[in-house]
């Protein structure tokens, strides 16, 4: 079961940290992503990180302002964001499986999400 932690209420320019937890599962065997949804929009791939922890695939969206990473020995992956803007509004979900990529079909099991909302 996964467990998407840390959303919350900023101002433009702030940042957040994410947290995905997982319990039950050999983390490290898995791929972890991060995407979010909007109201009204459909659901937009926000970064992944490979199963060792040193190769990650932002979107163009977010690349330069979040970080993704993971420790595999607390089975924990981190989504740290700054500069965050009103566009980052939405929520937000992280998801693992064996695929390394940014198609949400391809990913095997999912947190419940979490709210991010920055305001103007």
């Known amino acids: 079961q996964l467990q998407a932690s840390g959303g919350g209420l900023v101002q433009t320019g702030g940042s957040l940290r994410l947290s995905c937890t997982t319990s039950g599962r050999t983390f490290s065997t898995y791929v972890v992503g991060w995407f979010r949804q909007a109201p009204g929009k459909e659901r937009e791939f926000v970064t992944a990180i490979g199963r060792s922890g040193i190769s990650t695939i932002p979107a163009d969206s977010v690349k330069g302002r979040f970080t993704i990473s993971r420790d595999n020995a607390k089975n924990t992956v981190c989504l740290q964001m700054n500069s965050l803007r009103p566009e980052d509004t939405a929520v937000y979900y992280c998801?693992?499986?064996?695929?390394?990529?940014?198609?949400?079909?391809?990913?095997?099991?999912w947190g419940q999400g979490t709210q991010v909302t920055v305001s103007s």
């Open positions: 998801a693992v499986g064996s695929y390394y990529g940014p198609d949400d079909d391809e990913y095997d099991y």
